[in-house]
């Protein structure tokens, strides 16, 4: 019947697998003094990734669901100190977002993500870690919008330091001259958080990386379009 609201779905999926007889494979040497890397000629990699997007729009509701996966198993060869060893990388993620399209002034973009890594080469590791974020829109007038952007990371493997970190912007905009000038205060890391550290696994090591960051902070901005 004409007028009537009509939910739309629609799914993308993509298959790749590709079979390397030569490719530039890793010689590594490893001591406590240095890390000496060299190249030799592979036989027999081999690559297997399977994608697929999902997406539902509620007429209803005016929201659009995206949920998605990623699947990525990779089977090569390496060398390390003289060895040669076989080499199993795994990596996958998934994941559902949500984003609104209101004619009213909220609109809200949420979603969570997941991310597994596992390598095995003499012994297996692995390390999952997780994304969600939710960004927020208000529009009270139809020159003034307000913008909220959250994040918080986990991961799963760090040890002797906190696994989650939580992340706040804002901003505060109004429009002077439509789509040619704008003022503004930006906030930034408004939860203070003070450091951030995350894991990085690879078939000969397990790297924990730290960053200090900016202390909480605001900026007047101006946006001129030409």
């Known amino acids: 019947m004409a007028g009537t609201p009509v939910s739309t779905f629609y799914a993308n999926t993509t298959f790749l697998y590709r079979d390397t007889r030569n490719y530039q494979a890793l010689n590594s040497t490893i001591n406590r003094q240095y890390l000496l890397t060299r190249y030799f000629r592979g036989n027999d990699k081999s690559l297997l990734n399977i994608q697929t997007e999902l997406n539902f729009y509620w007429e209803d509701l005016s929201v659009n669901t995206k949920a998605i996966?990623?699947?990525?198993?990779?089977?090569?060869?390496?060398?390390?100190?003289?060895?040669?060893?076989?080499?199993?990388?795994?990596?996958?993620?998934?994941?559902?977002?949500?984003?609104?399209?209101?004619?009213?002034?909220?609109?809200?973009?949420?979603?969570?993500?997941?991310?597994?890594y596992k390598i095995k080469s003499l012994n297996a590791q692995n390390n999952t870690t997780n994304k969600t974020f939710i960004d927020l829109v208000y529009q009270p007038l139809k020159k003034f919008t307000f913008s909220l952007n959250t994040e918080r990371f986990y991961f799963s493997d760090l040890r002797n330091t906190k696994p989650s970190y939580y992340f706040m912007d804002a901003e505060a905009k109004y429009s002077l001259v439509k789509n040619k000038f704008s003022i503004g205060i930006v906030g930034k890391n408004l939860l203070n958080t003070q450091t951030y550290t995350y894991l990085n696994i690879t078939d000969t090591q397990s790297l924990v990386s730290s960053y200090r960051l900016l202390e909480r902070f605001f900026l007047l901005k101006a946006t001129i379009h030409i």
């Open 69 to 116: 996966l990623n699947y990525t198993n990779q089977e090569y060869q390496n060398i390390v100190n003289d060895g040669l060893r076989d080499i199993k990388l795994l990596t996958y993620n998934y994941g559902i977002e949500f984003r609104s399209a209101f004619t009213k002034p909220f609109n809200f973009h949420f979603g969570t993500t997941w991310f597994y």
